[in-house]
T-cell receptor, first 114, second 115 residues
Framework: GENVEQHPSTLSVQEGDSAVIKCTYS??????FPWYKQELGKRPQLIID?????GEKKDQRIAVTLNKTAKHFSLHITETQPEDSAVYFC?????????????FGTGTRLQVTL | DTGVSQNPRHKITKRGQNVTFRCDPI?????LYWYRQTLGQGPEFLTY????????KSRLLSDRFSAERPKGSFSTLEIQRTEQGDSAMYLC?????????????FGPGTRLTVL
């Protein structure tokens, strides 16, 4: 089955700096890679996703890059703000068979300091 | 709020008791998923439904766990003879069901504590 590894587990940046979180996956059939933000006690919320037919996607201060050959994808947050502080999860999904499940990484706790 | 809703939000039970959680997906969403999240970990897939059909179950879903989605609307997850290891956040998600990998929207979860 799919295995997703995520690094780093914690990340502290100063407000205004950039943050980068990296994930690797094992199943070459995976073709959908969402990123979720989870604040303490809240539900995971989708912030951006990418499908395997593109290499990069950007939405304002957030961007995701995908390297299918190396089987890794990354989240980039620019001009970080205190409200970006949360736990971020990457995930991978495959459309093989009937499976539509997401396999998540272990999360990155991002702390944006003033 | 038209998002995914879950009830109850918190459940404390004694070991050996049965518990049942409910999930109401976003209306018009055909797919419904159950995940379990323990402290410091990402959500782990348990099972999912396409309308009323349960299409996949994880090996994490032991015989003590059962999920239903009658009429393809809300879903229930029951845990029989709870164990302390069942303590976790149980998350429900739903998606449109147009693509095999369409966006999943999560509910707020039910936090289960087994004493």
């Amino acid at each position: 089955g799919e295995n997703v590894e995520q690094h780093p587990s914690t990340l502290s940046v100063q407000e205004g700096d950039s943050a980068v979180i990296k994930c690797t996956y094992s199943d070459s059939a995976s073709n959908y890679f969402p990123w979720y933000k989870q604040e303490l006690g809240k539900r995971p919320q989708l912030i951006i996703d990418i499908r395997s037919n593109v290499g990069e996607k950007k939405d304002q201060r957030i961007a995701v890059t995908l390297n299918k050959t190396a089987k890794h994808f990354s989240l980039h947050i620019t001009e970080t703000q205190p409200e970006d502080s949360a736990v971020y999860f990457c995930a991978a999904s495959s459309n093989t068979g009937t499976a539509s499940k997401l396999t998540f990484g272990t999360g990155t706790r991002l702390q944006v300091t003033l | 709020d038209t998002g995914v809703s879950q009830n109850p939000r918190h459940k404390i039970t004694k070991r050996g008791q049965n518990v049942t959680f409910r999930c109401d997906p976003i209306s018009e969403h055909n797919r419904l998923y159950w995940y379990r999240q323990t402290l410091g970990q990402g959500p782990e897939f348990l099972t999912y439904f396409q309308n009323e059909a349960q299409l996949e179950k994880s090996r994490l879903l032991s015989d003590r766990f059962s999920a239903e989605r009658p009429k393809g609307s809300f879903s229930t997850l029951e845990i029989q003879r709870t164990e302390q290891g069942d303590s976790a956040m149980y998350l429900c998600a739903s998606s449109l069901g147009v693509l095999r990998t369409d966006t999943q929207y999560f509910g707020p979860g039910t936090r289960l504590t087994v004493l």
